[in-house]
């Protein structure tokens, strides 16, 4: 009985910490979109403003795979799906295998 409790522990404390481990990994892949994908040169200028939606998933590899995309400007459609692919996530992540489902809002900002 003492076993199966002490087992039942630990099982219960690595859950917990994978569990956490996963939350971490999303966290850090939300905050490197942040900081990888922000309002793009090319758009400064004519101070365009756009709704990106993509859906994409990341593949066994790491890599980003984006399954669709929308936007009525093909401009800021070509960056996203352009900034996403190149990010690389450990093939170790909890992230791997998983869909995202992420709407990026540009809009022109005076400094």
Do not use: R
């Not at 859906?55 to 996203?80: A, T």
């Not at 352009?82 to 022109?108: M, R």
Request: a neutral charge; aromatic letters at 14%; hydrophobic letters at 45%.
């Amino acid at each position: 009985m003492k076993t199966k409790i002490i087992f039942i522990t630990l099982f219960l404390i690595i859950m917990g910490i994978k569990s956490n481990y996963a939350e971490n990994d999303s966290v850090a892949f939300k905050h490197s979109i942040v900081n990888k994908i922000v309002y793009p040169e090319f758009a400064m200028k004519d101070k365009l403003t756009a709704d990106v939606w993509v859906k994409f998933n990341i593949s066994e590899n790491g890599k980003v795979i984006v399954d669709q995309i929308n936007c009525v400007d093909v401009l800021f459609l070509d960056y996203v799906k352009t900034e996403l692919q190149k990010l690389k996530i450990d093939d170790e992540s909890e992230l791997v295998g998983k869909t995202f489902y992420y709407k990026f809002t540009f809009k022109y900002q005076s400094e």
